[in-house]
């Protein structure tokens, strides 16, 4: 069964800082992965997604992620945070082999100082 | 930007009611979804739905839960006698197909509070 870790709850970034969340998977065969974010009140909003090839992918609103087959994991990273980047997001793994069916973690909401 | 739309928005109902939630998928999709995520947890898979047919459900989606396209074009999730414990949001979801491959768009979800 396809799971996925993030492990922090929460983080707190100053606007204009660099903001880096993780994200560890477990799936036997080679995984789809993706990035959601989730304002408040909005539904998800897919960020990026990695299905194959190069492993560092880019994103809507300068986000991007890179996949490392070794460690398991699909860290998604943003060089400069800004106040709108506030938001909850969750990681999820998803593959052809079981229905296509999503599943996320739990999820790190961001807090953006000013 | 195509997207998904459901209603309501928020739903308040009495332990013991039937609910129906609506979504209208994008119109080119083929694969609809449910989700749902309780407050401060995971958002969990309900049931996907595929040539007018269940094609999987998790062991949350008991005889309780139900789902149907009726129209074409709605995307129903009918919960029959709610519990307290139904309480969460509700996420539909459609992706276009094979060659969509696995990208889900997800509408906004429908908050349902069972007292």
């Known amino acids: 069964a396809q799971s996925v870790t993030q492990p922090d709850i929460h983080i707190t970034v100053s606007e204009g800082a660099s903001l880096e969340l993780r994200c560890n998977y477990s799936?036997?065969?080679?995984?789809?992965l993706f990035w959601y974010v989730q304002s408040p009140g909005q539904g998800l909003q897919l960020l990026l997604k990695?299905?194959?090839?190069?492993?560092l992918v880019q994103g809507i609103k300068g986000f991007e992620a890179e996949f490392k087959r070794s460690q398991s994991s699909f860290n998604l990273r943003k060089p400069s945070v800004h106040w709108s980047d506030a938001a909850e997001y969750f990681c999820?793994?998803?593959?052809?082999?079981?229905?296509?069916?999503?599943?996320f973690g739990g999820g790190t909401r961001v807090l953006v100082k000013p | 930007e195509p997207e998904v739309t459901q209603t309501p928005s928020h739903q308040v109902t009495q332990m013991g009611q039937e609910v129906i939630l609506r979504c209208v998928p994008i119109?080119?999709?083929?694969?609809f979804y449910w989700y749902r995520q309780i407050l401060g947890q995971k958002v969990e898979f309900l049931v996907s739905?595929?040539?007018?047919?269940?094609?999987?459900k998790s062991e949350i989606f008991d005889d309780q839960f139900s789902v149907e396209r009726p129209d074409g074009s709605n995307f129903t999730l009918k919960i029959r006698s709610t519990k307290l414990e139904d309480s969460a949001m509700y996420f539909c979801?459609?992706?276009?197909?094979?060659?969509?491959?696995?990208?889900?768009?997800f509408g906004a979800g429908s908050r349902l509070t069972v007292l």
């Open positions: 799936y036997g065969a080679t995984p789809y």
């Open positions: 739905f595929y040539n007018n047919e269940i094609s999987e």
């Open positions: 999820a793994v998803g593959a052809r082999a079981a229905g296509n069916k999503l599943t």
């Open positions: 119109s080119n999709h083929l694969y």
């Open positions: 990695y299905f194959s090839g190069d492993t």
């Open positions: 979801a459609s992706r276009e197909g094979e060659s969509g491959a696995n990208v889900l768009t």
